[in-house]
């Protein structure tokens, strides 16, 4: 399938060796320049920390006979995993680099940092059976240059590690479009299962496969035995995910079928042109001018294209893409992601094929250094500090063992940060917005439920629980009647404000500070039992909390 190499000596296999080092560089200087202190600024980032010491804690303890209660336990008592909403592939991989490494919010970045660097060298071999090896480094370290990739691969979040299976998915399916050797097929069919149980949302893949197979293949497709092999393969490995999102993945599936609260119809033209919109913020005008550009070669010169079955493919990836992230509800930014690689290897192309054979794969390497050097040097890393330094103060002052209430928005930094603490002996977080609140998990999109918990009854569940401490953002949600008594309740002779904590970096315009209480109250000397709704899953997740005698 190799349809052209670079001159000279660069046809060398040992120039593989300095351009996997190279892009090495590259993943480890995103790293050095990402948030690594606590600092989340996303709202999924700690929680998938968090997953990862979930799945660390649960290896350690082999909780074989009491694996449900143990897991309501854990819940309880850090109330910031997610491992019924995602899948769980990258937060076993990071339990692994947690045995490793230890548990830290550096640690975390750093399995992301891994998956970026696979994905790069992904990114490096699928292009290179398509292009020389010059091409194939542009096309990778232009990739991981981008803009969306610069700030997503610097957040301890999902899209990266997906990325990265699904590259190896697309290498592994051109070696079997080009020699036809089942193992291939198969492969590519578990690089994404791997991709699919780190992000579902790549789902739209498996037609993308589809159309491309039906396009090179014909007829003559289901005739082919590894195609059904692979196809049972596929099934029998989608299906425990399946079952899991159908009993408690109902968020999931309201965020792509859609209500009140979408913001664009499915009819309507904003809703069509949004992911297009979403390009030049994802890869610069440059690489999306130069991709239209190769585009438009394409079609009016043969040289310019690429071997049918590649074409088919990044046709398939885009069109099936758009269409899949265009029809469901749930519209961010960074969820169509996964369509800009076929952006990025169009935008290289335009220059190789736009210039004399003897430089454009090198003023395509130019184009991509200056690319990623602008990401890492100029583009802003989002960060939230003051997190840290509130699980820090509550640790130095809490006792073992005892019990801390929290009322704020990043809930999961907090928590995350107490867990990886290690002057923190054991202690359990507590939300209020569980005591007080039904939220079903995003309240912009489903709004939230008062549960009329009265002061008294509040000032109950403090003692009965053993909050000695609150931790407390003052502004948090303070336009609903529960989130105002509890901060009126703070301003009592209760309790005794130990001190202030500044938030600052890129944090909400409210979000200015943590205040941290001591109850002077007498509170429950053993633990009690708490059930806590998650309307989320459909589930309760009940057991004992408090301090023991």
């Not at 036809?180 to 739209?204: E, G, H, M, N, W």
Request: hydrophobic fraction near 50%; aromatic fraction near 14%.
């Amino acid at each position: 399938m190799q349809q052209s190499s670079d001159s000279g000596s660069i046809n060398s296999a040992r120039w593989d060796i300095v351009f996997l080092l190279l892009l090495a560089i590259a993943a480890f200087l995103l790293f050095k320049t990402s948030p690594r202190a606590g600092d989340f600024w996303w709202s999924d980032a700690p929680r998938h920390a968090m997953d990862g010491v979930f799945y660390h804690d649960l290896a350690r303890a082999m909780p074989i006979t009491h694996m449900k209660q143990w897991a309501m336990d854990y819940y309880l008592q850090y109330p910031a995993i997610v491992v019924l909403f995602y899948p769980p592939l990258f937060a076993v991989v990071e339990s692994v680099f947690y045995s490793l490494f230890g548990v830290s919010h550096a640690t975390a970045q750093l399995t992301v940092s891994a998956f970026l660097l696979a994905a790069a060298w992904g990114a490096y071999f699928l292009t290179r059976q398509v292009v020389g090896r010059v091409t194939a480094f542009a096309t990778a370290l232009l990739f991981v240059g981008t803009p969306c990739i610069g700030l997503w691969g610097r957040q301890v979040m999902l899209e990266i590690p997906t990325f990265a299976s699904l590259l190896w998915s697309c290498f592994f399916f051109l070696r079997y479009l080009d020699i036809s050797r089942p193992r291939d097929l198969y492969l590519a069919l578990v690089f994404l299962l791997a991709a699919i149980y780190t992000k579902q949302s790549v789902v739209f893949f498996v037609l993308a496969y589809l159309l491309t197979l039906c396009l090179v293949y014909r007829s003559t497709l289901f005739r082919r035995r590894e195609f059904w092999w692979a196809a049972a393969l596929f099934a029998l490995g989608v299906i425990p995910l399946a079952v899991v999102t159908l009993l408690w993945g109902r968020l999931n599936i309201a965020t792509v079928a859609g209500g009140g609260w979408v913001e664009y119809s499915r009819l309507s033209l904003a809703g069509w042109l949004y992911v297009a919109r979403q390009w030049p913020y994802q890869v610069t005008w440059i690489v999306l001018a130069l991709a239209i550009v190769y585009c438009a070669g394409a079609v009016l010169w043969k040289q310019w294209r690429v071997p049918r079955p590649v074409l088919f493919l990044l046709a398939a990836w885009l069109v099936t893409g758009y269409v899949f992230f265009t029809l469901i509800a749930l519209k961010l930014q960074r969820h169509t992601t996964f369509l800009i690689f076929p952006l990025v290897f169009a935008a290289v192309l335009a220059v190789v094929r736009g210039l004399p054979a003897k430089i454009g794969p090198y003023a395509a390497a130019v184009l991509a250094v200056g690319i990623f050097t602008h990401t890492l040097l100029v583009q802003h890393v989002p960060h939230v500090l003051g997190y840290r330094a509130a699980a820090e103060y509550v640790c130095s002052v809490a006792p073992p063992d005892s019990v801390v209430l929290f009322s704020g928005m990043r809930d999961g930094s907090f928590i995350f940060n107490v867990k990886s603490t290690p002057e923190c002996k054991n202690l359990t977080v507590i939300r209020a917005d569980k005591l007080l609140l039904s939220v079903p998990e995003d309240r912009r999109m489903f709004g939230v439920k008062e549960l009329g918990v009265s002061e008294s009854d509040f000032k109950d569940m403090l003692a009965r629980y053993g909050a000695r401490y609150v931790v407390s953002e003052p502004n948090f949600w303070t336009d609903l009647q529960s989130m105002q008594m509890l901060v009126q309740i703070l301003h009592e002779d209760q309790f005794k404000l130990l001190t202030t904590i500044p938030v600052s970096g890129d944090r909400e315009p409210a979000e200015s500070r943590l205040e941290i209480y001591q109850n002077l109250s007498p509170i429950s000397q053993q633990k009690n039992l708490l059930r806590v709704e998650l309307p989320a899953y459909g589930i309760t997740v009940e057991g004992k909390v408090g301090k023991a005698k």
